[in-house]
Structure formats: C-alpha cells, structure tokens
C-alpha cells in the first residue's frame, strides 16, 4: 500500500521477475495456466479475475511454465521470460483488478527490471489501464535497450476506481528479466 497525498490508496504492484534460468513456483504452485483456466488472486482488498494471455515467438508457448507469486498488492510472474542470440518473443496478458475498499483504486504501479545482453537488444513492458466501460485511463512503460539505458519503475495515480482492466504487453529481444 502507498498514499497519495492524504487519501489512501491502492497501488498495484505488477511486477515480473524472470529469470534466463527460471524460478520454481510459489508455494501454493500458482501458474499462469491456472490463473488463465479461472483462476483469482485476492490479496488485500484487491481481487485479480478474468485472466487472458497469449505467447508469441521464442518464448515457451506452455502456461504452466511461468510461476505466480502473490504479493501484498498483486502479484508477479516468475520467468522464463529470457530471449537471447537473437531470439525473441512476447506475451500479451489482460486481466480484471477489482477492490473493496471504497476509496477506490488510485495509483498502479508497474516494475520489471530487464537485463539485455545482445547487441540491438531490447526488453519491455507495457500496461495499458482502461476503466470498466473501457475508457484509457493511463499507460505504463518500463524497458531495457542496448546503448539506450534503463527504465524500471513507472507509475500513475488514478481517481479512484472500484475496478480495472489491464492489458499488458511483455517483448524481450536478446535479453531477460531479472
């Protein structure tokens, strides 16, 4: 949780963690292919339903291979999201967030701290943030790029809605997330 002034508020801490090697799954053994199968994830007052994603280029096409671990205020994905010697590849995912607490959501947050080793290559995130009758409310947008430099933190503060839509875009050409 993070404030905003004086209001309390809500940050959705969507973070990915991925590892060129990969990372066993949490505990509870939550995967990408539940979460896309029905699954929810409720932390807090957040709940996270309506679970899509789809897999492109180099990057393993199996659900069951990218771990969910849940933290206080989302969840993060733990790799293999790693794309070297010319590789390259992509995962959409889109997702509802809703809350409980009736100040509503106001702030998301998005990290992913991306390692790119390749010459020309580039790793990035981006979040698109849409209310529930699908009005943009804001982007994010964090990267890795060679001979450009890094970004690993965006955020944007919101007005306080009850639910979300996220569409978010992960491409990784010649690098991985760590």
């Known amino acids: 949780m993070r404030r905003f002034g004086r209001r309390h508020s ?26 896309v ?34 933290l206080d205020d989302g969840f993060r994905l733990s790799g293999p999201l ?6 390259s590849g992509s995962l959409l995912l889109s997702y509802d967030v809703s809350t409980s607490d009736p100040g509503g959501i106001l702030g998301v947050q998005l990290f992913a701290d991306a390692i790119v080793v390749d010459p020309g290559a580039a790793a990035y995130v981006a979040d ?16 890795a790029a060679t001979g450009v430099g890094s970004q ?11 639910s979300l839509h996220v569409v978010k875009s992960v491409n990784v050409k010649g690098g991985t997330f760590a």
């Open 37 to 70: 199968s029905g699954g929810i994830i409720t932390t807090g007052v957040l709940t996270f339903s309506n679970f899509d994603a789809a897999i492109g280029g180099d990057l393993s096409d199996s659900l069951d291979a990218y771990p969910v671990q849940v």
């Open 82 to 87: 790693s794309a070297l010697f010319g590789a």
């Open 128 to 143: 698109s943030i849409f209310a529930a009758d699908d009005t943009p409310l804001g982007s994010l947008f964090v990267y």
């Open 152 to 162: 690993v933190l965006d955020a944007i503060v919101l007005g306080g809605a009850t």
């Open 10 to 35: 809500i940050v959705l801490a969507v973070g990915l963690v991925v590892l060129s090697a990969g990372s066993p799954p949490d505990a509870e053994g939550l995967t990408l292919d539940a979460l």
